[in-house]
């Protein structure tokens, strides 16, 4: 499951023909502080997408990999479908997470609207947990305004409704970032904030800083927006970054 997933994403960018596919190849390092109690937590992550047409459709697959000290690691996959036009994407997707043979799988509808200077995207996820016997529904939002076509900053708002085998509650996260690729190579750094809280008698809170650098290809940083590429920081309830 591991290798199927963590190669999906680099394999398909090798495989596609380099003017039909654009997306990214990426790492970043991530540092937190929880509540109750306080608690510090460190994190890294590799990750990557692609984004290619196929018969008239767009196609979008991306894979990513998290580790801690403190946790377990993550492992992550999704597929996009979605019809494509020069001022939106529409359709849906589907994925799936593990942690310790822990499964959780999502599905939802998604879609992106393109100004002259920014993207707007939205997704409806549900989400199932089927060791935890716990269900989520949920939206995210995102906006990413273009400086230039290489140095964009950003805004994610997310909520989810939770239900199962526990008390049922609602989280929701808020976010904001940017990212910034020299004119001179096809490598962007990024840096990110997410604020996570629940409405739940457990109380739990967090911030999480995020600072990572990305190997783009197929363009800018907006064409690569406008490609379909970016969908994986969108949809999904764990898709909550810049």
């Known amino acids: 499951m591991k290798k199927i997933l963590m190669g999906a994403a680099a394999a398909l960018a090798i495989a596609a023909p380099a003017h ?14 929880s ?7 460190d994190s890294w992550a590799v990750d990557g997408s692609v984004a290619f047409d196929a018969g008239g459709l767009g196609v979008t697959l991306d894979a990513g990999y998290a580790d801690s ?26 994925g799936l997470a593990d942690s310790n043979s822990n499964n959780v799988w999502d599905a939802g509808i998604e879609g992106q609207l393109f100004n002259e200077h920014s993207t707007l995207g939205a997704a409806l996820t549900y989400a199932r947990a089927d060791d935890a016997d716990v269900d989520a529904i949920g939206v995210n ?46 490598v962007s750094f990024l840096v990110g904030w997410n604020h996570y809280d629940t409405d739940d008698s457990s109380g739990v809170s967090a911030n999480v800083f995020t600072v990572g650098a ?12 406008r490609s379909g590429a970016d969908l994986a920081g969108l949809s999904g309830v764990s898709a909550l970054r810049f």
């Open 20 to 33: 039909a596919a654009t997306g990214w190849i990426g790492a970043s390092y991530n540092n937190g502080e």
């Open 35 to 41: 509540e109750p109690g306080s608690v510090s937590f």
């Open 69 to 94: 000290e403190d946790s377990d690691s993550v492992v992550a996959g999704t597929a996009h479908l979605y019809m494509k036009g020069e001022k939106h994407t529409l359709g849906g997707f589907v």
């Open 141 to 186: 939002g995102a906006a990413k305004i273009f400086v230039t076509d290489n140095l964009a900053i950003g805004a994610n708002a997310g909520w989810f409704q939770l239900s199962g085998s526990g008390p049922d509650g609602n989280a929701w996260v808020l976010g904001a970032g940017g990212e910034w690729q020299p004119e001179s190579m096809p």
């Open 214 to 225: 990305r190997y783009n290809f197929g363009g800018t940083l907006k064409a690569r927006s």
